[in-house]
């Protein structure tokens, strides 16, 4: 028989995707970006654990920070010049945009549809997700800067009308460019670090534990003892499936006393866990 027993263990950024861990001993250990994706945990005890983001995935977030608009600078130019080539003859403008530009949609448009496909690429999505509002960041730099530029050498050239516009152009920008880099920052502290996503939890122990940033959407949680739990920001429990909690240590006081929970009610027991 494997050997179960994890207890205090810096186990971050380890798999146990998809594995039978029934019984497994993780309490006290270190948890952050592990991932138990679909993993069998059944009476599992995760007393004092910690979970969340670990450096590790920190660090590649913000790498792709930085990466994602060197990568779309590269490809743009590399676009930019094959059009020209292909299309030098015509002095087709509107393909050379197209293609030049194309990078860049594509990131776009990839943030609205990151939600359709999160499912079946986690991480892939999480880093271009990240990415695209890195760029588009980037490019709302650009044009704030740009503006301001243009704004400020038509003040000194006389002229105001269209420069009092521009300004005004300018400060709209700005505003907007605030938001998406308050976005980009949200983005990398929501991030899931560690995943329970899938997994069956049922009867597991999380008491005294902190969990943040931590991913149980679409677990079982039947029967699992949440005595003294701390639910911490950014942590998701989308689509849980329980039919009762323990509120006390040693699976005592069930919750709802006698049957399964109604619509509505877990939701109401895990709301007295929540720490803003």
């Not at 990240?130 to 588009?136: C, D, P, V």
């Not at 003294?228 to 919750?255: F, G, M, S």
């Amino acid at each position: 028989m494997a050997n179960l027993n994890y207890t205090n263990q810096n186990l971050q950024n380890c798999s146990f995707k998809g594995q039978d861990l029934a019984g497994a001993d993780f309490s006290g250990s270190d948890l952050r970006g592990c991932n138990f994706t679909g993993a069998t945990l059944i009476g599992a005890n995760f007393q004092n654990i910690k979970t969340g983001q670990s450096y590790r995935q920190v660090n590649i977030l913000v790498a792709a920070t930085i990466v994602c608009p060197v990568v779309l600078f590269g490809f743009s130019t590399i676009a930019v010049q094959v059009s020209t080539i292909l299309f030098s003859d015509r002095s087709d403008k509107i393909f050379n945009f197209f293609f030049g530009a194309m990078p860049l949609l594509a990131l776009i448009f990839e943030i609205f549809i990151q939600d359709s496909i999160t499912s079946n690429f986690p991480q892939v999505t999480s880093f271009l997700g990240i990415g695209a509002i890195t760029i588009l960041f980037a490019v709302m730099v650009s044009f704030t800067v740009g503006l301001a530029i243009v704004s400020t050498s038509g003040f000194s050239d006389g002229s105001s009308g269209q420069e009092f516009f521009l300004l005004l152009l300018m400060v709209i920008s700005a505003i907007v460019t605030f938001r998406i880099f308050k976005w980009l920052i949200q983005s990398i502290q929501s991030n899931p670090g560690t995943s329970f996503k899938k997994a069956n939890l049922t009867d597991a122990d999380f008491s005294h534990s902190e969990v943040q940033n931590t991913d149980f959407s679409l677990a079982v949680l039947t029967g699992a003892c949440v005595f003294d739990w701390a639910i911490k920001p950014y942590t998701q429990l989308t689509n849980v499936y329980c039919k009762y909690l323990y509120l006390e240590p040693a699976h005592q006081n069930r919750q709802p006393a006698e049957g399964n929970f109604l619509p509505g009610e877990l939701e109401q027991v895990l709301t007295r866990f929540i720490i803003r």
